[in-house]
């Protein structure tokens, strides 16, 4: 048996996409939204592939990688998310991943990733950053004591939604919060990039009358340029190439219940005049057919763009805009709301202790003054990544201190240059951040690459190769 792939995404559209483009390359293709259910299926199955989201409910894609070279070494794994960042995905080829995507991505990209997987003899193969890179001899990041197995995830019942913060903004938000959830007209939802954005948007599903229908919860920054229509719309057999079965999409999944459009500013303009349709016809068109579909569908739709100056650039339509934007709601920064920053902190480290079966943890006063002291460009999503990792390298000392948050290895690729900020460097592909990283070798070693393969553990032929590929 040969050619077997597992699929695991909390996305279920990005999962249907997934399996038509592999199932039409002749893969042997397997999809779950459930992470736990794939993990016993891996457990009973010989698995060749597993393409994983990073951010799941569930578990991480590092759990999932972690758990397959450890129970299942020949299995190979491919990394996807719409977080990436270098220093993400050096630590994740090195701890043995076979290659790391970013979302958006093209039927064509994955495509080619897969067949090199196979191409190049499975997970006996690796890339230049899993295989060949050392960047510092030093580093001690493997030598970290591994995580405990994850028990089960907090549970997923709709009270357990929770918005946190008693700020004065956070309370006028959840004081109106009845009122927004029980009608069914659309909702705007704006705030800067990790304020919470879904998290609110959730809660207007589960106060609603519609919280025992289907929540369906679309990030249109993700979507496949060529598929966003059909993703939203569905498509019939024959509509295009590839599209060689009859498909249903977000709004029949959603029928009865609540649609977020989670970043709506990144559709392509011709497809929000067909949502416009929508909010104001209620019945959509699957892509490739002329028969109308009723459309029971209540819209909540995020932006963390500045709309006015989008409507001005003719990224987006007015006419959605006021469509959308009957109750415009606005999150505010972290940097607005630091008075909950403590609560927001011990809420996130007995969210972790539990879920890692930790014990618990007193939190260092030092460290809150100083979390209150900071900018958060990243709001509460880089507050939560920060307590995360705080919470794993805590645990011999019992006491959450600055240096569990700010710890070096976690900034540094062991190039010792201290004024580049990882979390800054663009999304990238694999190949592109291989070069990066050759360049950035040669600009040490002033263009020697005999001393710039030293310096990174690699040969100077595959400097030359990789540099040659790139001309």
């Excluded at 025992?212 to 249109?220: S, T, V």
């Excluded at 480290?349 to 890692?356: A, E, G, L, P």
């Excluded at 880089?382 to 900034?411: M, S």
Aim: aromatic share 8%; hydrophobic share 35%.
């Amino acid at each position: 048996m040969s050619n077997r792939i597992v699929v695991i995404d909390d996305e279920v559209l990005i999962l249907g996409f997934l399996k038509d483009v592999l199932t039409n390359e002749d893969y042997d293709v397997e999809i779950f939204s459930s992470a736990n259910k794939a993990i016993k299926y891996i457990d009973e199955n010989e698995i060749d592939l597993v393409i994983t989201d990073v951010q799941m409910n569930e578990m991480t894609g590092d759990d999932i990688l972690n758990y397959a070279k450890k129970n299942q070494p020949k299995t190979g794994v491919i990394i996807i998310t719409g977080f990436g960042n270098v220093s993400h995905a050096v630590r994740s080829l090195q701890k043995g991943a076979f290659d790391y995507i970013t979302k958006p991505f093209k039927a064509k990209e994955i495509i080619y990733r897969v067949r090199r997987f196979f191409d190049e003899g499975g997970s006996e193969s690796n890339t230049l950053a899993s295989k060949e890179l050392n960047l510092d001899k030093n580093d001690t990041s493997n030598e970290l004591r591994p995580l405990k197995e994850a028990k089960s995830p907090l549970p997923d019942k709709k009270d357990d939604v929770k918005f946190i913060g008693e700020a004065p903004a956070i309370k006028r938000l959840l004081d109106i919060l009845p009122q927004l959830a029980n009608n069914m007209a659309p909702i705007l939802i704006q705030g800067e990039s990790g304020t919470g954005k879904e998290v609110f948007a959730s809660l207007v599903h589960n106060k609603s009358k519609r919280s025992n229908k289907p929540y369906i919860k679309i990030n249109c920054a993700n979507l496949p340029s060529e598929l966003v229509e059909s993703t939203l719309f569905g498509h019939v057999k024959g509509a295009f190439t590839g599209a060689i079965a009859d498909r249903d999409g977000a709004f029949h999944a959603a029928q009865g219940g609540t649609l977020l459009l989670d970043e709506i500013t990144e559709i392509d303009i011709q497809v929000q005049a067909k949502l416009l349709r929508v909010l104001q016809e209620n019945e959509f068109y699957k892509v490739g057919s002329q028969k109308p579909v009723k459309a029971d569908v209540r819209i909540l739709a995020t932006s963390n763009k500045n709309i006015g100056q989008a409507i001005n650039n003719k990224e987006f339509r007015e006419d959605l805009y006021f469509r959308l934007n009957v109750f415009p709601v606005e999150i505010p920064p972290l940097r607005d709301r630091k008075s909950d920053i403590p609560i927001l902190t011990k809420y996130f480290v007995d969210q972790y202790c539990y879920k890692y079966d930790y014990p618990d943890l007193e939190i260092d006063k030092k460290m809150l003054e100083y979390l209150e002291a900071q900018n958060w460009r990243g709001n509460v999503r880089e507050l939560n990544n920060k307590i995360h990792r705080g919470v794993i390298l805590a645990q011999e000392d019992g006491l959450f201190k600055i240096d569990h948050i700010e710890n070096p290895i976690f900034t540094s690729l062991g190039m010792n240059n201290e004024d580049e900020d990882l979390n800054n460097i663009p999304l990238m592909t694999i190949e592109d951040m291989e070069l990066h990283l050759i360049n950035k070798a040669l600009e040490k070693t002033n263009g020697n690459q005999k001393e710039a393969a030293k310096l990174l553990g690699i040969s100077d032929r595959t400097i030359r190769n990789k540099l040659k590929e790139k001309e």
